[in-house]
């Protein structure tokens, strides 16, 4: 593997800080966070709820400006929302009720000006048979099951060929089973076609399991703890703890320093 | 009691082979009375003879044609009224004047809530002015219009214009504010902005609200529209469906009166149930927006 200083990172995040205002309070989300994000990587964001990982994600999205620092995209400063980074939500409603599967994917590539016509359908058709939906192309999304819409969301977020893929917990709000299933699936995806793909987690061992990098942010607010490689074997440490129990230890070191200093 | 929570009872672990032929009845055919009462027209078929019968039931005991013709003689005047063709030339005359009316009201709200949804003055002008006009009646403008527009159908077009706007407007923008975060965000990371934004994302998702906009509107409309021509309704020698009504009544032709209440009812009923019920069972119900 060549070493990360010969080739140029694809993002960027240099001292973000981001704030964002509440009916009474001004929150501070994350603070002066770092990192960057090379081409192939399967970057993944950890932390407990309340370190800013979806926030910090959206800011990488253009929804929201940072106070402080910058976010670069292949140089470019980040403004606004762009297909060039497509969002994968939590929330089984990102699809659009009103558009069929194929549809969906469709719309995605024409109104961002992408493809047009038989060449955009023939895209679509391609990325939703990698994600195994070709049976229900002309279902609309209340059709489908949950796990199959989150599988959609993907399909149309690779269809679009972004430069980075955004996931915000994408699989958080499935059953055990599905969610292992689509985490195999989505290795399988990335084994194919080598995205990139910035990847919000709470689970460690989605975190473990999914990233070759894992980004340990601290809570309240979120900043940068640790950056640690996975295989997604959980590997055994210099230590004797494997990968996994050695995340846990940190964050709780966080949790329990937040208990003594509120009590 | 500590004893007898350490031990746990044991139990073989076991596997069993499933079924895979054989669950006896999994589907019944349904019975035809259970079809019959399964379809919605066929409940309100029903529901309408059951009151047609009740109607000409009272008015046989009631006898007293003058006040309460019964149903037969009112379809009876209904059938001469539409075979000599004065009903459908009024009914004609109304709905033309209603769907003039009624598409201007569209076009408008359809800016005035452009406008909201660009910008927060626009918002707050749209939400001022609904809540000024929207209670007032439509037909106590009437005066008003009549002295502006004269006696005709500028008049009625007025005050159509004005039963039609508001609710219209208001629902689509209490719509749009409802559509969720997740889908506007989604709709601007396509890099959708300005009008085709609001055309492709906004609208089909406050599609539901927009839907009873347009059904409050045209009753709105048609309500309005019948009470103005009651009060004039004569413009170059033809009129509506009012029109028709009050001059029934000073001919004390009461079967005639009912036939042209009937009118009025009977377009309600198709245009609710043939035209807004397709639009909705092709957008909102196939979207699963709407149960």
């Known amino acids: ?263 | 009691m500590a004893e007898a929570a350490a031990t746990t009872i044991e139990r073989p672990e076991f596997v069993r082979p499933v079924e895979t032929k054989a669950y006896g009845v999994v589907q019944k055919p349904l019975t035809a009375w259970e079809k019959i009462y399964d379809s919605g027209t066929a409940r309100k078929t029903f529901l309408l003879v059951v009151m047609a019968v009740a109607w000409e039931l009272y008015a046989r005991w009631l006898a007293s044609p003058l006040l309460f013709p019964t149903f037969g003689a009112t379809v009876k005047a209904f059938w001469d009224a539409i075979a000599d063709g004065v009903l459908p030339h009024r009914a004609w005359f109304s709905i033309k004047v209603l769907l003039q009316g009624y598409a201007i009201g569209l076009v408008l709200a359809a800016l005035l809530t452009a406008f909201a949804t660009a910008t927060r003055i626009g918002a707050d002008l749209l939400e001022t002015l609904t809540s000024m006009f929207n209670p007032l009646p439509s037909i106590a403008l009437l005066p008003l219009a009549l002295i502006w527009f004269g006696l005709g159908n500028g008049s009625l077009i007025f005050v159509l214009i004005h039963s039609v706007l508001w609710s219209v407007a208001l629902n689509t923008h209490t719509g749009f504010k409802a559509v969720s975060q997740t889908l506007r965000m989604v709709g601007r990371n396509y890099g959708l902005t300005g009008p085709r934004y609001i055309v492709k994302i906004l609208m089909p998702a406050a599609f539901p609200s927009i839907l009873t906009g347009l059904k409050i509107g045209w009753a709105f409309a048609w309500r309005t529209l019948i009470a103005a021509e009651l009060v004039f309704g004569v413009s170059s020698g033809s009129g509506g469906l009012g029109w028709y009504i009050y001059e029934n009544k000073n001919q004390l032709e009461i079967p005639a009166v009912f036939a042209g209440l009937f009118t009025v009812i009977i377009i309600g009923l198709v245009v609710e149930n043939l035209i807004f019920r397709r639009i909705e069972m092709r957008t909102i119900r196939r979207w699963g927006m709407q149960t």
């Open chain 1, 1 to 263: 593997m060549p070493a990360p200083s010969t080739h140029k990172p694809l993002l960027q995040v240099r001292g973000v800080t981001l704030q964002y205002k509440t009916r009474e309070h001004l929150v501070t989300a994350t603070y002066r966070v770092d990192f960057e994000v090379y081409r192939a990587d399967r970057f993944v964001m950890l932390g407990p709820s309340g370190c800013g990982k979806s926030t910090l994600l959206k800011a990488v999205g253009g929804y929201m400006e940072p106070t402080e620092g910058e976010m670069r995209l292949n140089d470019e400063v980040i403004r606004k929302p762009g297909a060039d980074r497509m969002m994968v939500f939590q929330e089984f409603d990102q699809l659009l009720p009103w558009k069929t599967v194929r549809e969906n994917v469709m719309f995605a590539l024409t109104s961002s000006g992408r493809l047009k016509g038989k060449a955009a359908e023939d895209k679509a058709m391609q990325y939703i048979e990698k994600v195994n939906l070709t049976k229900f192309a002309d279902s609309f999304p209340h059709m489908l099951s949950g796990g199959m819409k989150q599988r959609v969301a993907i399909a149309r977020g690779m269809a679009m060929e972004p430069e980075i893929l955004l996931m915000d917990e994408p699989f958080a709000a499935l059953d055990a089973l599905t969610r292992r299933k689509m985490q195999e699936e989505l290795l399988q995806l990335w084994n194919d076609t080598r995205f990139t793909v910035l990847f919000v987690t709470h689970s460690i061992p989605e975190a473990v399991l999914l990233g070759n990098r894992i980004l340990l942010l601290s809570p309240h607010p979120g900043q940068v703890k640790a950056e640690l490689n996975s295989d997604g074997t959980d590997r055994t440490l210099s230590d004797g703890k494997v990968l996994s129990e050695h995340i846990q230890d940190m964050l709780f070191a966080d949790a329990i320093e937040e208990e003594s200093t509120h009590g």
